[in-house]
């Protein structure tokens, strides 16, 4: 699962991680042209300057510059597979993944603007490798990752707990921003809902077409993209989802954030680790940088 190839791969999609020119290591610069950053497991705003995008990735944790150039922020080079900020304080970030060491990294969390980590909790029959996770931004003490089954944890990470299987094939998870009980998968089924922290899911949104990613921004929408159909939304106050545009070719959107000063500001990374920018609330798109 180390690569997350996903089913819709059969549906003529490309690799979900497929690598876009030439990835960093120890021996090159610290900092790069945007285009050449790698292997992008997760992004995240900057808080403190949301025209600053951070990239986790095989290889490290990037901070983007308007300049179009990414700087090395981490201290290691460790393999940072799933991703997520804290939804109000800038400085604190949670992952799971590997080091460069070997074995799983268990949870993550860094105070430190994502320079130093520390494992809080190897997770339930851990060290896990959450390939998924995300962070209430109603309650940030509520966490959920995926790790074969999905676990929950109430108290920002120390404890774990398995709630249950998850939907077949998911690809991300998106906690809702006014209640911890309501989280958001993508699947391979498409997106899918619990109303009661992960223990039972319902289709939300097209049925029957993958979803390769789900997100909610802090303005309360919920942002997808579906094969076939592109990225959709669902607002806060709707209960449909409705169609933002289909116009991205063969690319397919796989990590996606939004500005939290600025919702018309959208930012996604597609699985050839392009990272674009929407200054229209994603109908027109064009590459960061």
């Known amino acids: 699962m180390k690569n997350r190839t996903t089913s819709f791969l059969a549906m003529g999609a490309l690799a979900a991680v497929a690598v876009a020119g030439s990835g960093w290591s120890s021996s090159q610069a610290q900092s790069m042209p945007i285009a050449e950053v790698s292997h992008i497991h997760g992004i995240a705003v900057n808080l403190s300057d949301p025209s600053r995008l951070y990239l986790a990735t095989h290889d490290g944790v990037f901070l983007t510059s308007p300049d179009g150039t990414a700087e090395k922020v981490s201290s290691n080079t460790d393999d940072y597979m799933s991703f997520t900020s804290h939804p109000s304080n800038a400085n604190t970030f949670f992952a799971s993944g590997h080091p460069k060491t070997g074995g799983n990294s268990g949870f993550l ?18 060290p896990v490798d959450f390939h998924a996770m995300t962070v ?148 027109s798109w064009k590459p960061l940088g």
């Open 109 to 126: 969390v860094s105070r430190d603007g994502t320079s130093s980590w520390e494992q809080v909790s190897p997770g339930v029959n851990g």
């Open 136 to 283: 209430s931004p109603a309650d940030p003490n509520v966490l959920y990752g995926l790790y074969g089954e999905i676990q929950t944890s109430a108290d920002g990470g120390k404890t774990w707990e398995v709630v249950g299987a998850p939907p077949a094939d998911i690809y991300g998870l998106a906690a809702s921003v006014s209640d911890p009980k309501t989280v958001y998968a993508a699947t391979g089924q498409g997106v899918m809902v619990s109303r009661d922290g992960a223990k039972t899911w319902e289709p939300s949104g097209p049925a029957g077409q993958p979803a390769s990613f789900v997100k909610a921004a802090p303005d309360g929408t919920v942002y997808a993209f579906v094969v076939g159909s592109g990225l959709v939304k669902l607002a806060k106050s709707a209960s449909e989802w409705e169609p933002i545009t289909d116009r991205f070719g063969n690319r397919i959107l796989i990590h996606f954030a939004a500005d939290p000063s600025n919702p018309d500001n959208l930012f996604a990374v597609t699985q050839q680790s392009e990272v674009i920018v929407s200054n229209d609330g994603g109908k």
